[in-house]
C-alpha cells in the first residue's frame, strides 16, 4: 500500500518498488512490525494456540507471580 512496503506481481513491479522504498518512513514500518511480530504479540498468539490445541477455555495468565 506504499506505508510499509509495495505488493507487487512481477519483476518490473518490483523494480520500480525498490527505487521507490526509499521514500517509505522507517518508523511506521517498525511500528508495523512490533504491532504484528513483537514479544507481546507473539506469546499471546501461542498461549491462544496452546489453549485451542488443549481445548481450554481460556490460556492461562502468563504474568510473573501468576502460577
Known sequence: DGTTGFLVTDS???????????ALDRAAIRA??????GVARMVDAYLDAYATVTGSATAPDPSPGSD
Open 12 to 22: 518490473a513491479e518490483a523494480l520500480a518498488a525498490v527505487d521507490r522504498a526509499s
Open 32 to 37: 508495523q512490525a512490533v504491532r504484528r511480530f
